[in-house]
């Protein structure tokens, strides 16, 4: 099982970016996917999650701006983030979980990771 997280970059306040995580290796039907960042020197956070019956949660610093969806014929999961902000920037991860029917911010040990993206919000 592979994750491939892409689409980070540098942007201003108030822009948009959108990150992809592409799964291969495994249907993604089945599977249950998150995000989460790490900033430089905090702890990995938990950002947003998405199970196999497409209920999406997320955390409280990213409600409103953010949205998880899947593409299960491409096998690919997005973030779309909208009025980013400074501290947005971190390196985003994804992570997938074959319990793919659990409520999903519940899951404790996502079993797949991918290799992050790096997302810098800066005038």
């Known amino acids: 099982v592979q994750l491939q997280a892409s689409g980070g970059g540098l942007v201003p306040p108030g822009d948009s970016l959108r990150l992809s995580c592409a799964l291969s290796?495994?249907?993604?039907?089945?599977?249950?996917i998150a995000w989460f960042r790490q900033a430089p020197g905090k702890e990995r956070d938990w950002v947003s999650c998405?199970?196999?019956?497409?209920?999406?949660h997320y955390s409280d610093s990213v409600k409103g701006r953010f949205t998880i969806s899947r593409d299960n014929a491409r096998n690919t999961v997005y973030l779309q983030m909208n009025n980013l902000r400074p501290e947005d920037t971190a390196v985003y991860y994804c992570?997938?979980?074959?319990?793919?029917?659990?409520?999903?911010?519940?899951?404790?040990?996502?079993?797949?990771w991918g290799q992050g993206t790096q997302v810098t919000v800066s005038s």
């Open positions: 992570a997938a979980d074959p319990r793919g029917g659990s409520y999903c911010p519940y899951i404790p040990d996502y079993e797949y």
């Open positions: 290796g495994v249907n993604l039907d089945y599977y249950a």
């Open positions: 998405i199970n196999s019956a497409e209920n999406t």
